[in-house]
């Protein structure tokens, strides 16, 4: 998937109001962000194969070290650490745990019979990308659902806090149509590099993010007026 993981981001920040935007992007695509970086490494492998799925030519050989359903427990514990000791936000660090681990969930729903339960394991996939109707359903519904949280969850503070985050969510649309059906990477490599570019969207959410506000909860009580002053004498 590729919407539906920046959808939990968005969607986290109403269970964490205190935690960026930013750094739930880093976690809830924190699988592929890393992915390619072990490619380059040649730690991990994958062939562009046209035709394989509908909606995929991605035959992901070898990625234990990023997709493995062990590994991932691993990186959801860590980030979660991590960002418990440099922010002392309990909740915070559990949503980002769990935004981690929700991107295995989610590639068990996209991906065919590819993502292993621990490095050598038995690989799960439901294949949803043997479908293109149906991926884009999935895809769209769980972005507009993040977004609807997101944007219900926050209010803008100015001009970048609206704008901005109506930007990050387009480009974030346009990319996955162009990635979805504009021409396909010659080689791995050319593919690892261009996934690099996930990383821009962690400082853009963070931005954006630093110019919204969370909005009151529902059927809190507005301030009380000032007390006029009672003339006397």
Request: glycine letters at 10%.
């Amino acid at each position: 998937m590729f919407l539906g993981h920046y959808a939990v981001a968005f969607a986290a920040k109403r269970a964490a109001p205190r935690s960026s935007l930013g750094i739930l992007v880093l976690a809830a695509e924190w699988l592929d962000e890393i992915w390619p970086i072990f490619l380059l490494l040649g730690w991990e492998r994958v062939r562009i194969v046209p035709g394989l799925m509908a909606a995929s030519p991605l035959d992901l050989e070898h990625y234990p070290i990023s997709h493995s359903l062990l590994a991932v427990i691993g990186w959801a514990a860590l980030l979660g650490a991590v960002y418990y000791a440099v922010r002392r936000y309990g909740r915070g660090a559990w949503v980002v745990a769990l935004a981690v681990a929700s991107h295995w969930v989610l590639d068990v729903v996209a991906h065919r019979p590819d993502l292993p339960l621990w490095p050598g394991g038995p690989r799960l996939g439901l294949g949803l990308w043997n479908s293109v109707p149906a991926t884009l359903l999935v895809e769209l519904a769980l972005f507009g659902l993040g977004l609807w949280l997101y944007f219900g969850a926050t209010r803008a503070r100015d001009r970048i806090g609206r704008w901005g985050a109506w930007a990050l969510a387009a480009f974030l649309l346009a990319s996955y149509l162009g990635s979805g059906f504009g021409p396909l990477p010659p080689d791995a490599r050319t593919l690892a590099f261009s996934a690099l570019s996930l990383w821009i969207f962690v400082p853009w959410a963070w931005w954006v993010d630093r110019h919204r506000e969370a909005r009151p909860a529902r059927g809190a009580a507005a301030a009380p007026p000032p007390a006029r002053a009672v003339p006397t004498g």
